[in-house]
């Protein structure tokens, strides 16, 4: 009879472990797609203002004879290129958007993982260079190089790590974020 009760309970027990596990792996999607969501909001947001900038300030009498017809990108001292691309793999969201106005700013950009990272930088100014490499899930990169001769590399292996960095002037800096849900907040400036 004693063995017929534990019988009796563990189909009960068994259902509600399961069920406490799938609660907790829709907590942690519905907590990933929130960041995502939020993500692409500011991202897409930064890009339409960078948009309109342009568009307000580039003259009005451009002619056909400005713009190149048969290639993406030359390679030139001078660049001005906005790439703002939402790419979606295996149902996940990466998101990659560079900026660059001035002589000589160099972007290097991995995303490897799985999906649902975002990088976005802007580099004002020239000699700027920015190495980015995201090895895991849910991570950000936030970058913005002011000024001149800006020097930032990142790697982060893991998930849901944030960087958020400002340089404002031959600044350096390297950072290695290898875990999960690290963040860090970063302003250089000269004095």
Known sequence: MAQRR???RSPLLLITEVAVLMDKKLRVKKRHLAKNIEAIKTAGFIAAAVCFVLTVNLPVNAQQSDFSTNSDMVESSLSISLNAQAITIDDETVFIAVSQFGLNNITNIIQ????ANLSNVVQ???NNEAIITQLGEGNVVNLL???NNNYFEIIQDGFDNVANVNQ??????TVYQIGNEMVINITQYQE
């Open 145 to 147: 190089q002011q000024d």
């Open 6 to 8: 534990f019988i009796e």
């Open 168 to 173: 404002l002037g031959e600044q350096s800096f």
């Open 124 to 126: 004002n100014g020239s």
């Open 112 to 115: 490897s993982g799985n999906g």
